[in-house]
């Protein structure tokens, strides 16, 4: 069955640095998004995003976040500026393009922050 | 605004019980809802989604779900549990703009099983 999956599975940064964490949607899904688990906390949506731009964000997607497919395959999220707080399991996941199919998740990232 | 609450943080029950793991909801249309599970370091997996139709829906690892408007509830229920059943559970709502249908998710459900 395909997957989604993301790279890398555990990624640590220094605080105020650049992170990009990647996925690879199934090939014939058109919706893609991004949630965030903050340790003991649930499941946030960041993102959603379709035909080339982003269809709804967060409160939590401000500024220092990005978003882009730069080829057919991959789907990156960006956080230009890490802080303390952006420490969390990120969640990549993708839809068909017809309303009653779900999402499907991949295994996330588990982000850093020192 | 849509939410969603899972009243209970962690259950636990012995191997071989039944199970239900309560879900609330609030949306202001007809709800699309789905129940996920997540082992320690996994992803989220689908156990059952509801769209439309029957209010009664089958999911994979003998899990089912009810769908109750009056009560604005989508609890999950298994008849009997196995201990690889152990796992965080969540329900969500998914809420539509222009067709992206983002995902509103409850706190999650611990459900530890006894041997």
């Known amino acids: 069955e395909p997957e989604v999956t993301q790279t890398p599975s555990h990624q640590v940064t220094q605080m105020g640095q650049e992170v990009i964490l990647r996925c690879v949607p199934i090939?014939?899904?058109?919706?893609f998004y991004w949630y965030r688990q903050i340790l003991g906390q649930k499941v946030e949506f960041l993102v959603s995003?379709?035909?080339?731009?982003?269809?709804?964000k967060s409160e939590i997607f401000d500024d220092q976040f990005s978003v882009e497919r730069p080829d057919g395959s991959n789907f990156t999220l960006k956080i230009r500026s890490t802080k303390l707080e952006d420490s969390a399991m990120y969640f990549c996941?993708?839809?068909?393009?017809?309303?009653?199919?779900?999402?499907?998740f991949g295994d996330g990232t588990r982000l850093s922050i020192l | 605004a849509q939410s969603v609450t899972q009243p209970d943080i962690h259950i636990t029950v012995s191997e071989g019980a039944s199970l239900e793991l309560r879900c609330n909801y609030s949306?202001?249309?007809?709800?699309?809802l789905f129940w996920y599970v997540q082992s320690p370091g996994q992803g989220l997996q689908l156990l059952l989604k509801?769209?439309?139709?029957?209010?009664l829906v089958q999911g994979i690892k003998g899990f089912e779900a009810e769908f109750k408007r009056s009560q604005s509830s989508f609890n999950l229920r298994k008849p009997s549990v196995h201990w690889s059943d152990a796992a965080e559970y969540f329900c969500?709502?998914?809420?539509?703009?222009?067709?992206?249908?983002?995902?509103?998710f409850g706190q999650g459900t611990r459900l530890t099983i006894n041997p």
């Open positions: 996941a993708s839809r068909y393009g017809i309303p009653n199919q779900p999402q499907h």
């Open positions: 090939s014939n899904h058109l919706y």
């Open positions: 995003f379709y035909n080339n731009e982003i269809s709804e």
């Open positions: 949306y202001g249309a007809t709800p699309y």
């Open positions: 509801y769209f439309s139709g029957d209010t």
């Open positions: 969500a709502v998914g809420a539509h703009h222009q067709g992206a249908q983002k995902l509103v």
